[in-house]
């Protein structure tokens, strides 16, 4: 159904690529197609759902850049490393739709049983400590988020790697038209390159255009993450050429010359390894990752970033500054601002990402110390026999007949793996509950309330008030009805059935998304339309 939508006829995906939304004409469209109306108090949390899930699917994520198609089976693409995002899916059913809209068998959806952030995560051990060439650009966040200080380490050997300007284009395939120009020239030279892009489908499309005009390459992307070790060995040697997507921060050498070092003198005396950049990322510190795949422990190298104003990171955070659109001959854009530009859109992306790393930061600050809460009650009863002293008087009659029949270790056991269960599946229905909570909290901001004080005023009482009171109301009715036997109970038969397999989700959350200006929208839209390739 979704697949017979037009974009900009039924259906509107926002220049930010994160929200996409039916039209009226969309709307009409799907009605008449499943004869509902969408928006009726039957069909609004099902079919209207689906609907927009199918979209997302359809609109917003693209294969061969958030996902690839293997064996079969649609894969998650890590967005920092550029690999496959083992044992990770959609949630509420979004992985469903892009299995249905790319043939495949879909799989069911599940539900989330616990969810917490990153920081949280770190947070859990005992000792935290890193090491990373660009550490000192994120110095506040690790010293807000993680309580962690950050030194400078003197570099072992100085860095003698020549880092150019970057080299911005107007139109992304006048960038790409230069990209391959700048490869044949340093190629001739026996000069070994890398090539870092942004996703699965430009490393490919590169890798394409190279060949055709005679350059041959090798590719490393998440189709074929398995061979990265003996790719990257590769990378340095002599006339080699090496595309790859995300290869940045991998904490690795990559020595001139190749895994045997036969011609290091050679690719030394040519320049050493020579770094290319086919866009910015939106983290300057991801670029510089980049940068540093070249030039370590003294070696010669250089790098170079190519860029467009049709970038995604121009076109959606540097909507509020005026782009130049007229290139030379090749449509490269020289201008003293063009720099600055990039620079921008860098630092509104850098402060947009903080932000919702610090608003989900602050949102996550209670639901941290109910999990604790949680935990301590949990570790109780896994290892004593609290779960049975909490339902000795609600269960009385049922455990004197218990005891006359059973050991006590059998009763014991039975009563904490009922209490168990209905344990993680109170909390997993309050993290639902919290979830829609906060879906619609900003809409507090309308009426000048701090969504904040609002999200805690419903979580803290939904906590204290029902979580307890529902783990012990549904373990006594559990007990009372259980069929505990010298072999146990009968969990099964009490519909107490957990889950066979489970998976990790990876969620972002984006507080930009309620209040981005549609006036800003629309001149992004219109920039990104109007701007043709001009030379003078």
């Known amino acids: 159904m979704v697949r017979r939508l037009k974009s900009d006829v039924h259906y509107q995906v926002d220049t930010d690529g994160r929200t996409v939304s039916l039209t009226d004409a969309g709307i009409a469209v799907v009605e008449a197609a499943l004869d509902v109306d969408l928006y009726a108090a039957e069909h609004a949390g099902t079919t209207l759902s689906q609907v927009n899930v199918a979209l997302h699917a359809h609109a917003l994520l693209?294969?061969?850049?958030?996902?690839?198609?293997?064996?079969?089976?649609?894969?998650?693409?890590?967005?920092?490393?550029?690999?496959?995002a083992h044992l990770q899916r959609w949630p509420d059913g979004l992985h469903a739709a892009v299995e249905a809209k790319e043939g495949l068998d879909v799989s069911e959806s599940g539900e989330i049983l616990d969810s917490m952030t990153v920081q949280a995560l770190i947070g859990r051990y005992a000792t935290v400590c890193g090491m990373t060439g660009t550490a000192v650009a994120a110095e506040r966040q690790l010293r807000t988020f993680y309580k962690l200080e950050v030194s400078r380490i003197p570099p072992n050997k100085p860095c003698v790697r020549e880092d150019e300007p970057d080299r911005v284009y107007v139109t992304r395939q006048q960038a790409r038209t230069a990209i391959v120009e700048y490869i044949l020239e340093i190629h001739e030279t026996?000069?070994?390159?890398l090539i870092g892009t942004l996703d699965v489908a430009e490393s490919e499309r590169l890798a394409v255009r190279l060949r055709r005009v005679g350059v041959p390459c090798s590719v490393l992307n998440a189709k074929n993450d398995a061979a990265e070790a003996a790719v990257i060995a590769e990378a340095a040697a002599f006339g080699a050429v090496t595309v790859s997507t995300q290869l940045a921060g991998r904490g690795i050498d990559i020595r001139p010359g190749g895994a045997d070092q036969h011609d290091a003198e050679r690719v030394i005396a040519a320049g050493g390894l020579c770094v290319i950049g086919t866009g910015r990322h939106v983290s300057s510190r991801l670029d510089n990752q980049l940068r540093g795949r070249c030039g370590r422990q003294g070696d010669p190298g250089r790098s170079v970033f190519f860029a467009s104003l049709e970038d995604d990171l121009v076109v959606r955070h540097a909507t509020d500054m005026e782009l130049p659109e007229i290139g030379d001959s090749r449509g490269r854009l020289t201008a003293a601002e063009v720099g600055r530009i990039m620079e921008h859109a860098q630092l509104v992306a850098e402060a947009q990402m903080l932000e919702i790393h610090t608003n989900t930061w602050r949102y996550n600050q209670v639901i941290e110390q109910q999990r604790a809460l949680i935990g301590q009650r949990r570790d109780r009863v896994l290892r004593t026999d609290q779960a049975l002293r909490d339902l000795e008087d609600p269960c009385a009659a049922t455990l004197v007949t218990l005891r006359a029949e059973i050991e006590e270790s059998v009763i014991v056991e039975a009563a904490r793996l009922i209490t168990l269960f209905h344990l993680d599946r109170c909390w997993a229905e309050h993290l639902a509950y919290l979830a829609d909570v906060r879906e619609g909290i900003h809409l507090h901001a309308v009426g000048r309330n701090n969504p904040l004080d609002e999200f805690h005023r419903v979580a803290i009482p939904a906590f204290t008030r029902d979580v307890a009171d529902n783990i012990r109301t549904r373990a006594i009715e559990s007990f009372d009805d259980a069929v505990i036997t010298s072999d146990g109970v009968d969990l099964v038969g009490l519909g107490l059935k957990r889950p066979s397999a489970t998976w990790t989700y990876m969620v972002r959350d984006n507080p930009f998304e309620p209040f981005e200006s549609g006036i800003e929208r629309s001149v992004r839209n219109l920039r990104t339309r109007s701007r043709q390739p001009t030379t003078r």
């Open 190 to 193: 026996g000069q070994p390159i």
């Open 62 to 84: 693209q294969r061969d850049v958030h996902y690839i198609v293997r064996d079969g089976q649609v894969h998650l693409i890590n967005e920092s490393r550029g690999r496959i």
